[in-house]
């Protein structure tokens, strides 16, 4: 089965509470889930931090040009995704990713080398993937049904978002996609 890999980065390890780590979990069993129906597996999920200190102020992200430095800053080495959680992203945004993610991770600024997502409850469940989603390729589509449609609804999925045969096929052209 093509798989991917990912790397959780809990920015401002200090403000995460255990029920902050309840959500982490059930929003990576849910990328899980989405990636499955098209037969891709998600895995990994390896956990790392980065204390308040050490994150300069990117703790809580005040703007996407933040989130774009928080991930030109910092990286895990390897061929994964980089999922940076964050306790707080001000204004409506929840998560931000470049679309076709850079397969160079040490590139810097202004290139974004990982996804950032808020917590925002529930919502995390599809915020996550759809984050992930862009990094691996995928643009916005336009049935609400569908894993890449614009928004995310506040109360998280009421059953498996889309993701289509197509899209697939563009998933497996990134270079973190590994295939059987």
Known sequence: MPHVAVNLIYVGWENFATD???????????????????????????AYSIGVTDAQGYSYI???SEAQ?????WTIPGNAVDV????????????????KGTCN???TWPSMTGAVVE?????????????????LGLDHDGDPANLMYRSVDAGGFTSVPLLTFGQSLTIAQHCFTTLP
């Open 20 to 46: 902050d780590l309840a959500v982490v979990d059930a929003a990576c069993w849910a990328t899980r889930q989405v990636y499955w129906q098209i037969g891709f597996d998600m895995f990994g999920f390896d």
């Open 62 to 64: 005040d703007s996407d």
């Open 69 to 73: 430095w928080l991930t030109s800053e």
């Open 84 to 99: 940076f959680l964050v306790k707080s992203y001000v204004g409506p945004t929840a998560g931000l990713s470049p679309v």
């Open 105 to 107: 991770k040490y590139e």
């Open 119 to 135: 917590l925002v409850g529930p919502a995390t469940n599809g915020v996550m993937p759809h984050e992930i989603g862009h990094y």
